[in-house]
């Protein structure tokens, strides 16, 4: 063995060790080797992408593949200084040797870091030696990018409210519901507070339900790929008939874990909906989408500008120690919850 190690460290900048626009990572490449080697180059590279990929079934002889990529950045250094022998070639003597680095994140709109198996938006640093024409060693490592981007947006802290009506046929009489809730973004951990007024004048029970959902939206070649995931599911105790005005709360929690909402991207989108609906026999429900915003835990919304609201729905530390990537296994992302069965309540197209 000539080459004992090739790996890349960056150090962290906070506890949770994410980046954001503007931030500068500061790390190294280490090279140890257990006895003299010549080299070519050695180049360091960081890179934001982000892609999609998947394949639709239409028949045995039919099977599409659909896909696309949005490329964000890609800075290349030359991490050798002095000048190269006379044949091109460097010498590099036995031992442990450090070559650092220093990389500024653009400040570009692009999408937070997100990994599912249709789609996904990687930032990552990489570093490639060059032995001869033919041999080549490298290596990488994520870090992990948050948006500052989609969460500058106005109304973040502003209540929201929507209403519905229905009347019924053969003199049954009418329902109607308001659903409010305090605010739009919320960070994982929080928890959504939510008010119901119902107006119950018909002949009908009425069961007011919540679900907390996850709408992965993926496009390439003209076509989108649709993904809803079901987060959280509570119900409140039914409006009896004629029983007029009723105001229900209800909390439902935002789980830890969650990643913010990607509203930046042209190929790849996350959002996420709270469904509020009416259940109503024998009759179609009575429902109202609240789009909500999943902030990234590192930003303070109380700093964002104030700003007001129409009536109606809008669509819208402590230093840690050097992160390497030297392995396939440290390479990996981390792991992401993949969609499950569409819930049958949930249009295609909303």
């Given at each position: 063995m000539t080459i004992k190690t090739f790996q890349l460290e960056y150090d962290a900048i906070n506890n949770?060790?994410?980046?954001?626009?503007?931030?500068?990572?500061?790390?190294?490449?280490?090279?140890?080797?257990?006895?003299?080697?010549?080299?070519m180059s050695l180049e360091f590279l960081a890179k934001g992408k982000a892609s999609v990929r998947w394949?639709?079934?239409?028949?045995?002889?039919?099977?599409?593949?659909?896909?696309?990529?949005?490329?964000?950045?890609?800075?290349?250094?030359?991490?050798?200084?002095?000048?190269?022998?006379?044949?091109?070639?460097?010498?590099?003597?036995?031992?442990?040797?450090?070559?650092?680095f220093s990389f500024k994140i653009p400040e570009v709109r692009m999408p937070s870091s997100f990994y599912s198996s249709i789609g996904r938006v990687v930032h990552k640093l990489k570093a490639e030696l060059k032995q001869s024409m033919k041999l080549k060693k490298k290596?990488?490592?994520?870090?992990?990018?948050?948006?500052?981007?989609?969460?500058?947006?106005?109304?973040?802290?502003?209540?929201?409210?929507g209403c519905k009506y229905k009347k019924f046929s053969f003199g049954s009489g009418t329902v109607s519901f308001d659903v409010r809730i305090e605010k739009i973004g919320y960070k994982p951990g929080e928890a959504i507070n939510v008010t119901i007024e119902i107006n119950?004048?018909?002949?009908?029970?009425?069961?007011?339900?919540?679900?907390?959902?996850?709408?992965?939206?993926?496009?390439?070649?003209?076509?989108?790929?649709?993904?809803?995931?079901?987060?959280?599911?509570?119900?409140?105790?039914?409006?009896?008939?004629?029983?007029?005005?009723?105001?229900?709360?209800k909390v439902i929690p935002i789980p830890t874990g969650l990643s913010p909402s990607i509203l930046n991207c042209s190929i790849l989108k996350l959002?996420?909906?709270?469904?509020?609906?009416?259940d109503i026999r024998f009759t179609s429900n009575l429902e109202i989408k609240v789009p909500i915003i999943i902030l990234p835990e590192v930003l303070d919304i109380r700093h964002l500008p104030p700003s007001y609201s129409?009536?109606?729905?809008?669509?819208?530390?402590?230093?840690?120690?050097?992160?390497?990537?030297?392995?396939?296994?440290?390479?990996?992302?981390p792991p992401s919850y993949e969609a499950s069965a569409m819930y049958p309540t949930f249009p295609s197209g909303d």
């Amino acid at each position: 063995m000539t080459i004992k190690t090739f790996q890349l460290e960056y150090d962290a900048i906070n506890n949770r060790n994410t980046f954001t626009n503007g931030d500068t990572i500061k790390g190294r490449i280490v090279l140890e080797t257990d006895k003299e080697v010549k080299f070519m180059s050695l180049e360091f590279l960081a890179k934001g992408k982000a892609s999609v990929r998947w394949t639709e079934y239409y028949g045995e002889n039919q099977t599409p593949v659909y896909w696309s990529d949005e490329k964000y950045y890609s800075i290349q250094q030359h991490m050798l200084l002095k000048e190269p022998r006379q044949d091109g070639s460097y010498i590099i003597g036995k031992g442990k040797h450090l070559f650092p680095f220093s990389f500024k994140i653009p400040e570009v709109r692009m999408p937070s870091s997100f990994y599912s198996s249709i789609g996904r938006v990687v930032h990552k640093l990489k570093a490639e030696l060059k032995q001869s024409m033919k041999l080549k060693k490298k290596t990488k490592v994520h870090f992990t990018f948050v948006s500052r981007a989609d969460m500058d947006v106005p109304r973040l802290m502003v209540p929201q409210h929507g209403c519905k009506y229905k009347k019924f046929s053969f003199g049954s009489g009418t329902v109607s519901f308001d659903v409010r809730i305090e605010k739009i973004g919320y960070k994982p951990g929080e928890a959504i507070n939510v008010t119901i007024e119902i107006n119950n004048q018909s002949s009908r029970l009425v069961k007011p339900k919540l679900i907390l959902y996850e709408r992965r939206s993926f496009f390439a070649q003209g076509q989108r790929k649709l993904e809803t995931h079901q987060i959280h599911k509570a119900k409140v105790d039914g409006v009896d008939s004629n029983s007029g005005r009723r105001t229900v709360a209800k909390v439902i929690p935002i789980p830890t874990g969650l990643s913010p909402s990607i509203l930046n991207c042209s190929i790849l989108k996350l959002e996420y909906r709270l469904q509020v609906y009416l259940d109503i026999r024998f009759t179609s429900n009575l429902e109202i989408k609240v789009p909500i915003i999943i902030l990234p835990e590192v930003l303070d919304i109380r700093h964002l500008p104030p700003s007001y609201s129409d009536c109606g729905f809008e669509a819208f530390g402590n230093p840690a120690p050097p992160t390497r990537g030297t392995t396939p296994q440290a390479m990996e992302p981390p792991p992401s919850y993949e969609a499950s069965a569409m819930y049958p309540t949930f249009p295609s197209g909303d």
